[in-house]
């Protein structure tokens, strides 16, 4: 499978992932923020949260889809993945005084650890997809050939 192809398919699982949640959230805001204030989160946090996420998990996924702005939208996934990732690991330790419940949508009835193994999967995605654009010659690179090497000199 050719590397395009493969960068393809990933950034658009991980579009999948960012647009559905994105849309949950706003589907049912109510809920949403509900459950944002039920986070152990300080309260500060969770006002600036709760418009930001969705509207930032769009925008990774047009970053995702806009060729020019794919490796943003890769570095964005990975740190919010990542955030994401620590967060659900927090959880799993017992570090806060309670356990939250976790996202809406159909993710909502995952256990932590199934969170847990859904983040570090999308977090590798947004890694490999880093890896596999930054290994690729700019679109604009002339293609070197053995034949051109040995052009004559005039």
């Not at 590397?3 to 699982?13: D, H, K, M």
């Not at 047009?62 to 990732?85: D, Q």
Request: hydrophobic fraction near 50%; glycine fraction near 4%.
């Amino acid at each position: 499978m050719k590397t395009t192809t493969v960068i393809s398919i990933l950034c658009s699982l991980l579009v999948f992932l960012f647009v559905y949640t994105a849309l949950s959230k706003l589907h049912d805001y109510r809920g949403y923020t509900t459950d944002m204030y039920n986070q152990p989160l300080p309260h500060w946090l969770t006002v600036v949260l709760i418009p930001v996420l969705p509207v930032a998990e769009l925008g990774i996924a047009a970053c995702l889809i806009t060729e020019r702005w794919r490796i943003t939208g890769l570095y964005l996934s990975l740190l919010v993945m990542l955030a994401f990732t620590l967060y659900t690991l927090l959880v799993l330790f017992h570090t806060f005084r309670y356990v939250p419940c976790s996202c809406g949508g159909m993710i909502k009835s995952l256990s932590w650890g199934a969170h847990l193994v859904l983040n570090l999967f999308f977090l590798l995605l947004s890694a490999a997809g880093i890896f596999l654009l930054k290994k690729q010659p700019p679109a604009d690179a002339i293609p070197f050939s053995r034949e051109q090497d040995y052009a004559e000199n005039l």
